[in-house]
């Protein structure tokens, strides 16, 4: 801040910086901010584009890199609304075979047919560097899974969504 007749000098705010690297490129980054030596908090909102699920027990076998779009819990009336997961279908490593593989690992758990295959994955929002600062641990059982349609006049990219009813939801961080 420059001197003036308000804050005579004694208020002086700086800033560190450092170079991080993402996916788009290099940025410079501010770390720290004070004013006095004093820690300055910082406003960094959080952004839609910034997480990944990772997936855990049955459903271990799909990427991260499969899934295009889905969005945190919701909370209405005391419960959890129900989660849409929607995913690319890769040839490589096939996200059908991964997901059609969890629900027989679930349909088969214990020589017993369940008749809802339970999911359980980690959400996580992710800073500018890719380290988590918000993670939900979530579990619930699929009602839904649609594979997706086929259609010779329209070469889109193939996708399956998955609907979760959700059963347990822990905010970890």
């Not at 420059?2 to 940025?27: A, P, Q």
């Not at 641990?137 to 594979?147: L, M, Q, V």
Request: glycine content about 6%; charged content about 25%; proline content about 5%.
């Amino acid at each position: 801040m420059k001197n003036s007749e308000i804050n005579d000098g004694k208020d002086v705010i700086t800033t560190e910086t450092e170079e991080i690297y993402t996916l788009s490129g290099k940025y410079k980054a501010i770390t720290n901010i004070t004013n006095n030596g004093i820690p300055v908090t910082r406003f960094e909102p959080k952004r839609n584009n910034r997480w990944v699920l990772n997936f855990e027990g049955n459903f271990e076998n799909i990427p991260p890199w499969a899934v295009k779009k889905t969005h945190r819990p919701k909370l209405i009336n005391g419960s959890w609304s129900n989660i849409k997961i929607v995913f690319y279908d890769s040839i490589c490593q096939s996200t059908t075979n991964a997901i059609v593989e969890g629900f027989r690992a679930s349909w088969q758990l214990n020589n017993r047919i369940s008749k809802i295959p339970i999911i359980h994955y980690k959400l996580q929002m992710l800073d500018p560097t890719g380290v988590a600062i918000e993670e939900w641990d979530i579990k619930g059982g699929i009602i839904e899974a649609d594979f997706g349609k086929l259609d010779f006049a329209k070469p889109k990219l193939s996708e399956i969504k998955l609907i979760i009813k959700p059963s347990s939801v822990i905010l970890v961080y």
